[in-house]
């Protein structure tokens, strides 16, 4: 059967060749692409159904986002993330069933266009979820799919009359599900709700490249690709991600979109190390770094910096030229940052500060800024629990669709807006200071060696060398930089930081940044 399977595999390779030209012809005549204005922003990533409710039904919507725009322009945002948006059955939204209309908990497709507008009047961006490995088995392609062996639709799906016995690349549950318990089997690399589209057919990909075309042009900057190392498979275990036929999916659809809107970003999710993330460079413009998100939660947590020191020194190695790097802390599928670092004000803040002294595009998970902890479960929904607006929550005003987390009464927005000593002014400050520099914006990074307990480095861009410390141990250190004959200026430092001429005092959890004169 594994044979019957790749020959039709292999049949329509050959009758997708066609669109492969066009991407090509597409690629040769495409404008040059424009995506200098995502290096040095600060994104946002917003789980619009946590975010902030306007109409009293416990869910967060579009109209709540409107009102809270002003919130994140305050904060210093250039860009949102919106996590899925489409129609879909689930709470979470990444099993699609309708990817032109805007899910009816969120609102309508006129709310998200106004949503755009507002958004553009204040200098945001917005990127949305485009998941494109995977619908759910509720759309009516995989419906019609289904429905019979000599469907139209029928290899917009991948079908097997017998069980090819693949499992998880990364655990033991299986890939191919039959289905009614009777029929033939299909492959879903995630689970039985959410079959994967078969790229290898002309249809699938032209109608998903559409679409994507049609949001671009109502205003979209880009799309956020979810599980993009799965995308097209050529045969069990590693024949399931980074295949030759998913980099060249990806090239072909920056093509496209490069073709519709030059300045459109895409961001892909490949949870991979430094060296397999580096080669997606050559299909899209960013890539989130999982390797570095988690270096740095080890070294704010072990107060050690070698992890992270040696993680950009990766990167250094690996990345291409001009590559724009997206380092985050966590996201949606991970425990929430304020909860691994024990809720420790001193750990929180090293880590925001080394986030946005960092090169690249840095990506904030809604509510961070705050200290928002995990739900009261172990379940994702406790991973993007609402934001807390005020004491007593503040999000909705009727029951929330979901529990919020431990610590609202004091880990809200509306009691550390004027608190100069708060998490979320932290935050805004290092923001700030941030615009304020083309290097820390847009320059490179050269690592220092003070001590293990120290990450420091250099940024320089147009003349511009900026010195940046981060203490992250529990501890006071003294450390001393290279004296100049012109001295420093600071840029932003901590409280209790002093820099004379190189000769540094750095409390516990400090951090600071100096403009070389």
Not at 68 to 78: A, P, R
Not at 456 to 471: A, L, M, T
Not at 479 to 505: H, P, Q, W
Request: net charge negative; glycine share 8%.
């Amino acid at each position: 059967m594994r044979r019957l399977f790749f020959a039709l595999s292999l049949l329509l390779v050959v009758s997708c060749g066609s669109t492969t030209a066009y991407a090509q012809r597409r690629r040769a005549v495409s404008p040059v692409p424009n995506h200098e204005w995502a290096r040095g922003a600060v994104f946002y990533e917003i789980f619009v159904r946590s975010f902030y409710d306007s109409n009293g039904d416990g869910k967060g919507d579009l109209n709540g986002l409107i009102s809270k725009l002003d919130y994140l322009s305050g904060l210093g945002i250039d860009a949102v993330w919106l996590m899925p948006i489409f129609e879909s059955p689930s709470y979470h939204g990444y099993d699609t069933t309708d990817y032109e209309t805007i899910a009816r908990d969120y609102g309508t497709n006129a709310d998200f266009q106004r949503f755009l507008e507002e958004a553009h009047k204040r200098g945001i961006r917005v990127i949305i979820d485009y998941v494109m490995n995977h619908t759910s088995s509720q759309h009516p392609w995989f419906i019609e799919s289904a429905s019979s062996s000599t469907s139209p639709k029928r290899n917009w799906y991948i079908w097997s009359a017998t069980n090819p016995g693949w499992t998880q690349p990364w655990g033991p549950d299986p890939t191919w599900h039959q289905l009614n318990n009777a029929g033939p089997y299909y492959y879903g690399v995630f689970w039985s709700g959410m079959p994967d589209l078969n790229y290898r057919t002309r249809e699938v990909k032209a109608e998903m490249f559409r679409i994507s075309r049609e949001w671009l042009t109502k205003g979209v900057d880009g799309f956020r690709l979810d599980a993009t190392r799965y995308l097209v498979e050529d045969g069990a275990g590693a024949g399931q991600y980074d295949t030759p036929e998913t980099h060249q999916l990806l090239k072909d659809f920056s093509a496209d979109v490069q073709q519709t809107k030059p300045d459109a970003i895409l961001v892909a999710e490949n949870t991979v190390n430094t060296a397999t993330l580096a080669t997606y460079y050559s299909d899209v413009s960013m890539n989130f770094n999982f390797p570095l998100a988690s270096a740095i939660l080890d070294g704010v947590n072990s107060g050690n910096a070698s992890r992270i020191t040696s993680t950009l020194r990766e990167m250094s190695n690996d990345y291409p030229p001009g590559a724009i790097d997206a380092p985050f802390l966590t996201n949606h599928d991970q425990t929430r940052i304020a909860t691994i670092l024990g809720n420790d004000s001193g750990k929180l803040r090293s880590a925001a500060a080394i986030l946005l002294t960092l090169p690249g595009a840095p990506f904030i998970y809604y509510g961070e800024e705050v200290g928002l902890q995990n739900g009261p479960t172990s379940a994702d929904e406790s991973k993007r629990t609402p934001m807390p607006w005020t004491a007593s929550g503040g999000f909705t005003t009727g029951p929330p669709w979901f529990a919020y987390a431990a610590g609202t009464a004091t880990a809200n927005v509306a009691s550390e807006t004027n608190d100069s000593q708060s998490l979320l002014s932290y935050y805004r400050n290092w923001i700030a200071a941030r615009k304020k520099s083309a290097a820390l914006m847009k320059g490179n990074l050269t690592l220092l060696d003070l001590s293990a307990s120290i990450l420091s480095f250099e940024r320089d861009s147009s003349g511009e060398r900026v010195i940046v410390v981060h203490n992250l141990s529990g501890a006071a250190i003294n450390a001393e930089l290279a004296a100049t004959a012109n001295g420093y200026d600071a840029i932003y430092s901590d409280f209790g930081v002093s820099n004379i001429n190189g000769k540094l005092s750095l409390p516990a959890h400090s951090s600071g940044a100096w403009r070389l004169r």
